[in-house]
C-alpha cells in the first residue's frame, strides 16, 4: 500500500514521515507534495491508498485536493492533519468522508489508532468483495432516473452495473471518450444534481434492499454499496432515511 504526505511545510511532511513505522502497517516510504497540484502529478502516476493531507495550503486546499481524490480515485482513504481547529474545515472533512480529523502538533497515539482502523477498514473491503464473489447473494442493480440525452443515458447505465465497485468519474469519462470535467458539468446540467450526489443515492437506494432483503452484516452491507468509511455510510444513511442502518433493518422486518 501507499500513502501521500501533502503539506506545504516541510518539516511537517518529515515529521510524519519519520514517527510513524510506515512499514509496520503495511505502508511503504511516504510519498510527499507541497500543493494540490503536485498532489494530483502524484495520483497521476502512483496508485495511493491513503492520503495524508493539510487544509490550507497554496493554489488549492486539502479540501479541494480530497473532493478531487473523490472523484477520480474513489478507494483512497485520507486523514486531515492541520493545525485549524474551525468547524466548518471539520464539518467539510466529515461530509466529504475522511477518516479523521487530526490537530497540529501531531498525536502520534491518535494517528496510530486511526492507521490500525484504515487498514482494518482496507482488509474488510478485500474480503467482503470476495465474499461476493463466491457467495454471490444477489443480482442487485438499482434503479435509477433516464434521460433522453444518450451520453446522460450511458453514464446512468454505468453507474448502474458498477454501483458497488469504487467509481471513478476518470474510468466513466474515459469508457465515454469524453473530458472528466466535462462529464460532470453535463450531467448536473441535465440531471439538476451533482454526478456524486446521484452515485450516493443510488448506494442508499442499493442499501436499503440489502437491509430488507439479505442477513448481510450491516458493516458488509457498507462495504458492497461503495462506502468503504462505516461511519460516513451511516451518517448518510441517516441523512435520507432518518434511521441508522441498523434499526432500519430491525424497523423493516418488524413491519413484516
Not at 73 to 83: G, L
Request: with cysteine; hydrophobic share 40%; net charge neutral.
Amino acid at each position: 500500500m501507499k500513502v501521500l504526505i501533502v503539506d506545504d511545510e516541510a518539516y511537517a511532511v518529515n515529521a510524519l514521515t519519520n514517527r510513524i513505522d510506515w512499514n509496520g502497517f503495511g505502508f511503504g516510504t511516504p510519498l510527499s507534495a507541497r500543493s494540490m497540484a503536485q498532489a494530483q502529478s502524484v495520483f497521476l502516476n502512483e496508485k495511493i491508498d491513503l492520503l495524508l493531507c493539510d487544509i490550507e495550503m497554496p493554489q488549492g486546499s486539502g479540501l479541494d485536493l480530497f473532493e478531487w481524490v473523490k472523484a477520480y480515485y474513489p478507494r483512497t482513504e485520507c486523514i486531515f492533519v492541520t493545525c485549524h481547529d474551525e468547524y466548518s474545515y471539520l464539518r467539510a472533512a466529515m461530509q466529504l468522508g475522511s477518516c479523521d480529523y487530526i490537530l497540529k502538533p501531531v498525536d502520534y497515539n491518535q494517528l496510530k489508532e486511526t492507521l490500525k482502523e484504515i487498514v482494518q477498514r482496507i482488509a474488510r473491503r478485500e474480503q467482503a468483495a470476495s465474499r461476493q464473489r463466491n457467495d454471490d447473494p444477489m443480482p442487485f442493480h438499482a434503479s435509477g432516473a433516464s434521460s433522453n440525452n444518450p451520453y446522460i443515458a450511458s453514464i446512468i447505465a454505468y453507474i448502474s452495473v458498477h454501483l458497488t465497485e469504487p467509481i471513478a468519474i476518470a474510468d466513466l469519462a474515459e469508457v465515454l471518450h469524453l473530458n472528466p470535467q466535462y462529464v460532470m458539468r453535463l450531467f448536473k446540467k441535465e440531471m439538476g444534481c451533482p454526478i456524486l450526489q446521484y452515485i450516493t443515492a443510488q448506494r442508499i437506494a442499493l442499501s436499503v434492499r440489502y437491509l430488507e432483503e439479505t442477513n448481510i452484516s450491516v458493516t458488509d452491507v457498507a462495504v458492497l454499496c461503495g462506502f468503504d468509511n462505516y461511519s460516513y455510510f451511516t451518517r448518510i444513511f441517516k441523512r435520507f432515511t432518518n434511521e441508522t442502518p441498523l434499526n432500519y433493518r430491525k424497523s423493516a422486518r418488524g413491519k413484516r
